[in-house]
Nanobody, 114 residues
Framework: QVQLVESGGGLVQPGGSLRLSCVASGSIFRVYDMGWYRQAPGKQRELVASITSDDTTKYADSVKGRFTIYRNNAENTVYLQMNSLKPDDTAVYYC????????WGQGTQVTVSS
């Protein structure tokens, strides 16, 4: 079992930055592939960024060059640094962990608005 707890969401103006954190507990964090997904009202959940256990990263086209995913295995934490935020980035952001099973966090709200 893996428990995931996200934090770092909030209200930010367009062009601003936020850093999301996801702390994992209950298993060996370093073997998990980790991801950040988001779901805006009325839309399907979509992959924002992912990082494998060997640090290979992948990004949605809409966030390339603005968002960075990275992990600290010693702290059991995966981060999502979000820069140059746009109103279209407004969504609930979820942390995801995958090994042989899949786990989700409870989500953290990100609102980009002036």
């Amino acid at each position: 079992q893996v428990q995931l707890v996200e934090s770092g969401g909030g209200l930010v103006q367009p062009g601003g930055s936020l850093r999301l954190s996801c702390v994992a507990s209950g298993s060996i964090f370093r073997v998990y592939d980790m991801g950040w997904y988001r779901q805006a009202p009325g839309k399907q959940r979509e992959l924002v960024a992912s990082i494998t256990s060997d640090d290979t990263t992948k990004y949605a086209d809409s966030v390339k060059g603005r968002f960075t995913i990275y992990r600290n295995n010693a702290e059991n934490t995966v981060y999502l640094q979000m820069n140059s935020l746009k109103p279209d980035d407004t969504a609930v952001y979820y942390c995801n962990a995958v090994n042989f099973e899949e786990y989700w966090g409870q989500g953290t709200q990100v609102t980009v608005s002036s």
